[in-house]
């Protein structure tokens, strides 16, 4: 609370507080409970501690939710309340659960929302999480499990593709199997290694990055992929490198690349966006958002997806070149999606792979764990497939 980068941060809560009022707003406090081993009991000082000196900056919790490894007895919860002036029943305990999506079936139980909506003056009809529910018996039962390398360039900080990682976790449910992440460093990927590396692996990802660190390697795991008929999904920078890869070792342009990483090649079947030459602010021309893109009604694309048109968010400045648009397709690869003015390739895939698939997009960011995202479920579905098979 001392902390000094903080008091900003808690001056606007305390004026946001003031300015609309305890009825229109309110505040949840969460604290941990300590357990001391030696005396085997629960400690609520530091709790006390911290609201004491919140309410003397002139922030008052409405609610405080307790975190803690063991049970809080009424005692405790009475304690709390007392001395933290609250109301006993809004006192809430969020005990550790095995499974991160457990928690809001846990806070139910507790009765948050009632005592949001409570404080609030609100009605607060029962909600019906049978749907969030038989999610979590999926996760907790799985039935088999695969591994997907996720092949990138910050694997060492695996919070870096946390969404991606989620994602694949979200495919796994609705197959009811459990999806081991293989990190694959690009930066160490090779034609010589990359065999030994996706041994065993059931399923090849790509995602995103920016900048020219790792790009071999990554262009090695997706030929594999390609050439073994592995499972794979492209996203963002993946797409593209999917890309390069079927420009080089299929159509033959040798040196094909995207012009952000070699600008001096031959065949720049990677570009800028139409109406981006010259721009030089990279921050402020970003494809930025969600943006529609129409299937082909004859693909992999669109029997995931199970529509005609799709909206995905996106986060990249480079696009597939037009103008090698008539090489690739003529060599196989399928541009299953495009904008509706078809002036911008979202999506490409290979009809005579087992699955075979690249987006322009960021679906992982769309993904929920109740509602995983087609491509990756699609994926997951398709290891497990590879899994019997081989």
Same mark, same amino acid.
């Given at each position: 609370?001392?902390? /000094? ?44 501690? %911290? ?5 003397? #900056? ?26 933290? $002036? ?20 846990? #806070?139910? &139980?507790? +009765? *948050? ?15 019906? *999480?049978?749907?969030?529910?038989? #999610? ?6 799985? =039935? ?18 946390? %969404?991606?990682?989620?994602?694949? &976790? ?11 992440? &293989?990190?694959?460093?690009?930066? =160490? ?45 492209? /996203? ?21 690349? %995207? ?13 800028? #966006? ?7 602010? /990279? ?25 005609? =048109? /799709?909206?995905?968010? +996106? ?6 070149? $037009? ?68």
């Amino acid at each position: 609370m001392g902390d /000094i980068e903080s008091q900003p941060f808690l001056e606007s809560i305390r004026q946001f507080q003031h300015e609309v009022g305890h009825d229109n707003a309110i505040l949840i406090h969460v604290t941990l409970i300590p357990y001391l081993n030696a005396s085997q009991e629960l400690k609520t000082k530091p709790t006390q501690a %911290s609201v004491k000196d919140l309410q003397g #900056m002139g922030i008052w919790p409405d609610i405080i939710v307790c975190r803690s490894e063991h049970p809080l007895e009424q005692d405790i919860k009475d304690k709390i309340a007392l001395f933290c $002036n609250v109301p006993n029943n809004h006192v809430l305990q969020n005990l550790d659960v095995k499974h991160l999506y457990e928690a809001p079936l846990a #806070m139910e &139980k507790e +009765h *948050l929302a009632q005592v949001a909506c409570e404080c609030l003056r609100l009605e607060c009809p029962a909600p019906d *999480l049978t749907d969030w529910q038989e #999610m979590v018996e999926d996760l907790k039962h799985p =039935t088999d499990e695969v591994t997907i390398a996720l092949v990138g360039k910050y694997v060492q900080l695996h919070d870096a593709y946390i %969404s991606v990682v989620e994602a694949l &976790k979200h495919g796994g449910i609705t197959n009811h199997t459990t999806v081991n992440i &293989k990190w694959i460093d690009s930066e =160490t990927t090779t034609p010589d290694n990359v065999e030994g590396l996706l041994a065993g692996v059931h399923g090849v990802l790509v995602p995103g990055g920016f900048g020219a660190r790792g790009i071999e390697g990554m262009i090695c795991a997706i030929r594999y992929a390609r050439e073994s008929n592995i499972p794979f999904l492209g /996203i963002c920078l993946g797409m593209q490198l999917t890309i390069v890869e079927y420009a080089r070792n299929v159509v033959g342009f040798n040196d094909a690349h %995207s012009i952000e990483i070699d600008s001096g090649t031959t065949h720049p079947v990677i570009a800028l #966006m139409p109406d981006q030459s010259g721009v030089e602010d /990279i921050g402020g021309t970003l494809r930025l958002g969600a943006y529609p893109c129409v299937l082909s009604k004859e693909s992999l694309a669109h029997r995931l997806y199970g529509s005609d =048109t /799709i909206s995905e968010r +996106h986060r990249h400045r480079y696009e597939v070149n $037009n103008d090698y648009r008539a090489a690739l397709t003529e060599h196989g690869l399928k541009l299953s999606g495009t904008s509706p003015d078809n002036r911008i390739v979202e999506m490409c895939e290979l009809t005579d792979h087992r699955f075979y698939i690249a987006t322009q997009a960021h679906p992982e960011l769309k993904s929920r764990p109740n509602r995983p995202h087609p491509l990756f479920k699609g994926l997951v579905a398709a290891a497990l497939q590879f899994k019997k098979e081989v």
